[in-house]
């Protein structure tokens, strides 16, 4: 068995007997490998967001969290990459780090020999352009995740800057720039600002309670398609 693969079944080992623990020298004779390969593997795991943890004791050892992980994802190979298609579409935009993690979670829970296929039915897909283009700063994307006011040096179309304390409410895509949505304390009123012309960013404790309303997009509901996981 390869170290992919044994760390899936690792994984999948812990899970079945969860709550109760595994030792390191049951699954190294689980694996046929020694004790310490299967630390460094444990830590491995650990390292990616797996949620193991060590119980002490005689009768302690390995245990992981069921309600945290996910049990063997029953998707094809097909189905696989048409999700990396969708997720390396995110390019620069505020979710792209995240779309690239939950890529990787997605194939390391994937059964080796589907892993393998949609690797090779991703070597055979090729994209053109994408989402928009422009990278939004990790401090923007931060902010609408944890609802936290941000101070912004903006400099609109003409290339003046002006200092501006918002409360960032969400985030309008189109083909060709992110905008960040916010109420904006200098104008005292909702504001969209093209993410590329935000030249300075400094987040601030104080948290966000306003609440993004259709009424606030100064464009025709027709146009704008909310994001649903639906």
Not at 14 to 32: C, N, T, Y
Not at 81 to 110: D, I, Q
Request: with cysteine; hydrophobic share 45%; aromatic share 6%.
């Amino acid at each position: 068995m390869n170290r992919t693969d044994r760390l899936y079944a690792l994984v999948e080992e812990l899970r079945a007997v969860s709550p109760r623990p595994r030792s390191a020298r049951w699954l190294a004779q689980r694996f046929e490998v020694s004790a310490r390969t299967i630390e460094r593997d444990i830590g491995a795991l650990q390292q990616a967001g797996v949620p193991i943890w060590a119980e002490p004791g005689r009768t302690g050892g390995y245990v992981v969290d069921r309600a945290h992980t996910l049990p063997p994802v029953n998707l094809t190979a097909v189905e696989a990459v048409a999700m990396a298609v969708a997720l390396h579409r995110l390019g620069g935009g505020p979710f792209a780090e995240a779309g690239a993690s939950a890529l990787r979670k997605l194939l390391a829970v994937l059964p080796p020999a589907d892993a393998a296929e949609a690797r090779r039915l991703a070597g055979r897909v090729h994209l053109v352009g994408g989402g928009p283009a422009e990278p939004v700063p990790a401090a923007v994307a931060g902010a609408v995740i944890a609802r936290r006011v941000l101070r912004i040096g903006y400099a609109d179309r003409a290339g003046v800057a002006t200092e501006r304390v918002v409360e960032p409410l969400g985030f309008l895509g189109n083909p060709w720039h992110w905008y960040l949505l916010a109420w904006c304390r200098l104008r005292d009123g909702p504001r969209a600002f093209r993410t590329d012309r935000i030249v300075t960013v400094t987040a601030l404790p104080e948290p966000v309670t306003r609440e993004l309303r259709p009424d606030d997009l100064d464009i025709p509901q027709q146009v704008v398609r909310q994001l649903s996981l639906a």
